[in-house]
């Protein structure tokens, strides 16, 4: 083939390209809104009405178009794609006074960029606090290939963030999917703290997530770690006994501060007569000892010590299996739990092959400094005979 045939054949595949691929447009409204992100009203500032924001869902080589309308009254506005590369639209990147200025109150801006790769994203507000504000949500580019190369039942997604009330030093409360406690704790009876027990209705928009699962299949999880500065524990189990956590006598959470660098430790059982094993975690790097191992990952992004620890400590056998880290697939590998500093994203693969006779906590907590609430959300399992199935 003659320099002309190849450079005709490259042009036919880049059009062929163009042309599976499609236009993604998403309308952002951003305004203040009332929010309860942690059991207390407050004002957030929400995308569409809502908190966390919409999430947006492409397929690799989609061209997403987001037209952002800035409503607040006093404050500038920009959106950060993180994780995205921008490949030949550096404008669009979303950082202010460095790709773009702030979108001033009753403006509009239009980003336009390609998502080129598959895997797991988030965007959030670059100007200034505002991620800490509520300016965040999920960003899911799909494979365009009709199978993957793991096979999967189902999918939820579990976007991370932290949320400071009085200091910016210590987050007063822990999001997950925009939802957590304030100066509260799950426990029955909390040691060497005042935080009164957290109660809440199940159809307050601060009470947990529920997830819900078919016995013996294969999800996915998409896992993204939105914090500013918080080291955080996720676990999955029967009483959300995980990460900064002990048994006490009355089947509740023991809280405990200055975990950085605590070794895995063993309880054998609670009042209950329940097998628990509880793991603290801290910052140290691989840890093997009794059977619990740690796979940890320092990419420098944010802060070093910024990380999150992805684990399994009740979930009986079941093992995360990791496919994808921060938009690249990964040959997959079985760990007990991964650390995952600010700013990084996950899939991993989970069986539920246990008792479909209970729920099970998703619990996300600090690892490392004092002790802040957690977030919590429930893997349900349903039954042929559940009404809702």
């Known amino acids: 083939m003659n320099l002309k045939g190849v450079t005709l054949w490259?042009?036919?595949l880049f059009l062929l390209e163009v042309s599976l691929a499609g236009v993604r447009k998403y309308k952002f409204d951003v305004e203040y809104i009332n929010g309860e992100p942690y059991c207390v009203k407050q004002v957030v500032i929400g995308i569409n009405g809502h908190f966390p924001g919409p999430t947006i869902t492409a397929e690799e080589g989609d061209t997403l178009h987001i037209i952002l309308t800035n409503k607040?009254?006093?404050q500038g506005i920009v959106l950060h794609w993180h994780g995205i590369r921008q490949y030949g639209t550096p404008w669009a990147d979303g950082t202010a006074s460095i790709s773009q200025c702030a979108i001033a109150p009753g403006q509009t801006f239009h980003y336009r960029f390609t998502a080129e790769r598959a895997g797991a994203y988030f965007y959030h507000g670059h100007d200034g606090f505002q991620k800490l504000e509520g300016v965040n949500g999920a960003l899911i580019v799909r494979s365009r290939e009709k199978k993957e190369a793991f096979d999967y039942d189902g999918e939820f997604n579990l976007l991370l963030s932290d949320w400071w009330q009085k200091n910016t030093h210590q987050p007063q409360s822990l999001l997950m999917n925009g939802r957590g406690q304030y100066n509260c704790s799950m426990a029955a009876n909390v040691m060497n703290t005042s935080l009164p027990q957290c109660k809440f209705r199940g159809n307050e928009k601060c009470a947990p997530q529920i997830f819900y699962v078919h016995p013996n299949k294969t999800y996915r999880l998409r896992i993204a770690s939105a914090t500013s500065s918080t080291s955080l524990n996720l676990a999955i189990g029967e009483d959300g006994k995980h990460g900064s956590t002990?048994?006490?006598?009355?089947?509740?959470?023991?809280?405990?501060t200055g975990l950085l660098g605590r070794l895995p430790t063993r309880a054998s059982a609670d009042r209950h007569r329940q097998a628990q094993r509880l793991t603290l975690v801290g910052s140290s790097g691989v840890d093997s000892r009794n059977?619990?191992?740690?796979?940890?990952?320092?990419?420098g992004r944010t802060r070093p010590t910024t990380e999150m620890a992805l684990a399994d400590d009740q979930h009986g056998s079941t093992k995360w299996v990791v496919v994808e880290a921060d938009g690249n697939y990964v040959q997959p590998?079985?760990?007990d739990n991964i650390h995952i500093h600010s700013g990084e994203t996950y899939s991993v693969l989970i069986t539920t092959n246990q008792s479909p006779n209970t729920n099970y906590w998703i619990s996300v907590s600090v690892t490392g400094g004092e002790t802040t609430p957690q977030a919590l959300a429930i893997l349900n399992y349903r039954r042929k005979k559940n009404p809702n199935k």
């Not at 002990?246 to 405990?256: C, E, P, S, Y």
């Not at 059977?291 to 990419?299: A, F, I, V």
Request: neutral net charge; proline residues 0%; glycine residues 6%.
């Open 291 to 299: 059977g619990t191992t740690r796979l940890t990952t320092n990419t």
């Open 333 to 335: 590998f079985t760990t």
């Open 72 to 74: 607040l009254s006093t």
């Open 10 to 12: 490259c042009v036919w």
């Open 246 to 256: 002990r048994v006490n006598d009355n089947h509740g959470l023991a809280t405990d």
